[in-house]
């Protein structure tokens, strides 16, 4: 199965734009892109999805390119709160048709005052 | 409230001694999985479920058994645990498809001594 590529680290300061880019080469036609935040010790937290173009909500963008084949998490105006590790996820087809979903390996943000 | 619950959330054990880690939603979700979480591995996928009584592997079934008998539980079980399972596990629950938004359960840390 392919896998989702993901910086493993990023620093920040408070105030600024952060954007995280995820490589997912192989993602299905029907896959859709998902986002999610993780604090220390606590499950993963849904952030934000998109299938194309672009999505916003009210804590983040996504942007993803026409070939699908990447994804940027844009967070604006970060806070030492965003200090988390970012997850990019894909599900992927499975021989048969069933759906795993690949988790990278995260982007650890730490935001600096 | 909507949420994924997961007993215990601590547990220290000896190898080789049974053990089951609960999972239940409230959500009437269809689809339902568990991750480990290991330092510098993010998440990985240990089995998932996408209906009552359909369970699959996942990327890291070794060791580990899952059951389905209802849309609300999936509980891990570790008939013979060893000390390379010490880990963060997480269940979640979403939807129907592993790419709708996961509801991840808080976590249960597992030491195998």
């Known amino acids: 199965l392919a896998k989702t590529t993901q910086p493993i680290s990023m620093d920040s300061y408070e105030g600024q734009e952060v954007n995280i880019t995820c490589s997912h080469n192989?993602?299905?036609?029907?896959?859709?892109i998902t986002w999610y935040q993780q604090f220390p010790s606590q499950g993963p937290r849904f952030i934000i999805q998109?299938?194309?173009t672009k999505v916003t909500n009210e804590v983040a963008s996504l942007f993803i390119p026409a070939d699908r084949k990447s994804s940027t998490l844009s967070l604006p105006r970060v806070s030492l709160s965003d200090t988390a590790v970012y997850y990019c996820?894909?599900?992927?087809?499975?021989?048969?048709?069933?759906?795993?979903?690949?988790f990278g390996r995260g982007t650890s943000l730490i935001v600096h005052p | 409230e909507a949420q994924v619950t997961q007993n215990p959330r601590y547990l220290i054990t000896v190898t080789g001694k049974k053990l089951t880690v609960t999972c239940s939603q409230n959500?009437?979700?269809?689809?339902m999985s568990w991750y480990r979480q290991d330092p510098g591995l993010g998440l990985r996928q240990i089995y998932y479920?996408?209906?009552?009584?359909?369970?699959d592997k996942g990327d890291v079934p070794e060791g580990y058994k899952v059951s389905r008998k209802e849309k609300r539980n999936f509980p891990l079980i570790l008939e013979s645990p060893s000390p390379n399972q010490t880990s963060l596990y997480f269940c979640?629950?979403?939807?129907?498809?592993?790419?709708?938004?996961?509801?991840f359960g808080p976590g249960t840390r597992l030491t195998v001594l």
């Open positions: 996820l894909v599900g992927l087809h499975a021989s048969g048709g069933s759906y795993i979903p690949t």
């Open positions: 192989n993602i299905a036609t029907n896959d859709y």
């Open positions: 998109g299938y194309k």
């Open positions: 979640a629950s979403s939807g129907t498809y592993s790419t709708d938004t996961q509801y």
């Open positions: 959500m009437n979700h269809e689809y």
């Open positions: 479920s996408m209906n009552v009584e359909v369970t």
